[in-house]
């Protein structure tokens, strides 16, 4: 009998985003590099159209939970969320224990007594797997999955992308981190004491782990770095080298042009960005600014991109989601990539960009200076556009900065970076 690792996939129905991403990854380099008596069982709540096609063939089960549904259910049907992005009753009531301390209002606790109970009786066939462990890729202060209560024991490893909702709350929606901490606390928090290993994608994050929780033993937390998007790789031996007219022809895009890339929301700090580009279009009117990302909470944002000048907002383009492989031909022909992110816990599309030959700009902080190295160009105040515009004045035109070597420099140092590495210590881990 083969042995099962259980791998909680649900990500996977999601848009692209950075958790899908590495969820695709990972999947990829573990299946190559498990022996044959290994097996990956995958687990999602519904079977979506969201799963890529390289994965839509798999054997997956399908757990519908009813509670959780419910639960999604009561969420959208309470959501009242206002212009300046409170969320009112969205956040479960609170009440004060006798320590003063936090916890979930008695109907929230009912409703995660009976998604346990259902759990046991509605998979009654989980009982019987002979699970070696258990890899929970999502992100770790969710509440904890079902083989958490159906199968006691079994060694997890769970992954933790960053602690923004503890160490930036503000870049959050507002009540969004308190409803966060508050559903940590009563469930993975609790199971801090007990042996699951905590796999960190940064040493930033590790770091933040640790010092919101330094009860916990520092061996049982590892730092395991992300790789170079698979698809990025076949992207490279395919399709580079392919005209880009067609992609740039499909956005109205004319070169040159400098590119950022994220979810329109505050920690992304687009804002900046166009700013920044603001001054910078001044002098330099033949560049566009294309934003390639989903529309996130910033809900004011259409109402800044309306306060800019008619000039700029000509210059200006955003294009929403887009395909992976159209994200590649964009980055690699963008003159420039902008990264000004408040706060990451690695970064994906710094190092695709670097991958990829194009001169990067990142914010100085968090997990990003691990990533652009040490002779990356770093903006030290996120928020500070005339440092930005500086930055991208010096990058593009300053004749005694060296792009191509730069460049070079970028691409030896992503190559540091590899799934084949990453998933090398989980199967150490796993063995």
Do not use: C
């Not at 009976?114 to 509440?143: C, E, G, N, S, V």
């Not at 960009?353 to 700009?361: D, E, Q, R």
């Amino acid at each position: 009998m083969k042995k099962t690792i259980l791998f909680d996939a649900e990500a996977l129905n999601e848009l692209e985003a950075g958790v899908k991403n590495y969820e695709i990854n990972i999947l990829t380099s573990l299946k190559s590099k498990l022996s044959p008596d290994w097996k990956l069982l995958l687990v999602v709540q519904k079977k979506t159209s969201n799963i890529p096609y390289e994965f839509q063939n798999e054997k997956f089960l399908a757990l519908q939970n009813p509670i959780v549904a419910f639960l999604q259910i009561l969420w959208r049907a309470r959501k009242k969320t206002s212009r300046d992005g409170s969320l009112g009753s969205e956040i479960p009531p609170v009440v004060e224990s006798s320590a003063s301390q936090k916890s979930l209002s008695p109907f929230f606790v009912f409703i995660v007594f009976m998604r346990k109970l259902l759990l046991y009786l509605f998979t009654p066939k989980m009982l019987l797997l002979k699970l070696q462990a258990h890899f929970y890729p999502d992100h770790f202060f969710q509440i904890i999955s079902f083989s958490d209560w159906i199968l006691p024991g079994v060694p997890k490893a769970m992954i933790v992308y960053d602690l923004t909702n503890f160490t930036k709350p503000e870049v959050h929606v507002q009540g969004h981190s308190k409803y966060i901490r508050l559903l940590f606390e009563n469930t993975t928090g609790k199971k801090l004491e007990k042996e699951i290993t905590f796999l960190s994608i940064s040493e930033q994050t590790r770091k933040d782990f640790l010092n919101f929780f330094p009860h916990v033993d520092p061996s049982r937390i590892v730092t395991v770095y992300n790789g170079i998007d698979f698809r990025l790789q076949d992207y490279i031996e395919k399709e580079r080298g392919k005209s880009a007219l067609p992609v740039l022809e499909k956005f109205t895009i004319n070169k040159p042009y400098i590119m950022g890339l994220g979810t329109i929301e505050p920690r992304k700090n687009i804002r900046t960005l166009i700013k920044a580009f603001e001054i910078f279009s001044q002098s330099h009117p033949e560049y566009k600014l294309v934003i390639v990302g989903k529309k996130g909470w910033d809900y004011d944002f259409e109402n800044f991109i309306q306060s800019l000048s008619e000039p700029v907002k000509t210059r200006l383009l955003i294009t929403g989601h887009i395909e992976r492989t159209e994200v590649f031909v964009l980055l690699e022909n963008a003159d420039l990539f902008v990264y000004p992110s408040l706060y990451e816990g690695f970064g994906l599309p710094l190092l695709e960009s670097m991958v990829l030959g194009t001169p990067a700009i990142a914010s100085g902080n968090s997990s990003m200076p691990e990533v652009l190295g040490p002779q990356g160009i770093y903006l030290q105040n996120p928020l500070d556009f005339h440092e930005l515009n500086a930055l991208m004045e010096k990058v593009l035109f300053t004749k005694s900065f060296d792009k191509q070597k730069y460049i070079e420099y970028q691409k030896e140092q992503s190559k540091k970076f590899d799934w084949d590495k990453v998933s090398a210590q989980i199967i150490d881990w796993i063995t």
